[in-house]
Nanobody
Framework: QVELIESGGASVQAGGSLKLSCKAS??????MGWFRQVPGKEREFVSS???????EYAEFVKGRFTVSRGNSQRALYLQLSNLSTDDTAVYYC????????????WGQGTQVIVSS
């Protein structure tokens, strides 16, 4: 079992930046990623990174976000830049078994609110 704990969510103005962090209870030997969810909508894929550093991003990211992992394979980060109100959501850290909509392990989520 793996516990994932996110942090870094906050309220920011449009155009601002945030860095989200995710700490794992142990080293993760599989892909990790970020998803987000707005109330009333399905959770959507944001970004992922493999153990080898291969990264993927959702189309809506458009170069604004950067995903990275800590060297110990116990940390995951998401640098958010040029935020828009459409980025307001709860952001979830996920690990292993990643697909566009699912993962084996999930964090509890961290709230990002972007105001105009």
């Amino acid at each position: 079992q793996v516990e994932l704990i996110e942090s870094g969510g906050a309220s920011v103005q449009a155009g601002g930046s945030l860095k989200l962090s995710c700490k794992a209870s142990r080293s993760i030997a599989c892909a990790m990623g970020w998803f987000r969810q707005v109330p009333g909508k399905e959770r959507e894929f944001v970004s992922s990174i493999s153990t080898a550093g291969f990264v993927e991003y959702a189309e809506f990211v458009k170069g604004r976000f950067t995903v990275s992992r800590g060297n110990s394979q116990r940390a995951l980060y998401l640098q958010l830049s040029n935020l828009s109100t459409d980025d307001t959501a709860v952001y979830y850290c996920a690990a292993c078994g990643l697909t566009d909509t699912s993962a084996t392990y999930w964090g509890q989520g961290t709230q990002v609110i972007v105001s105009s």
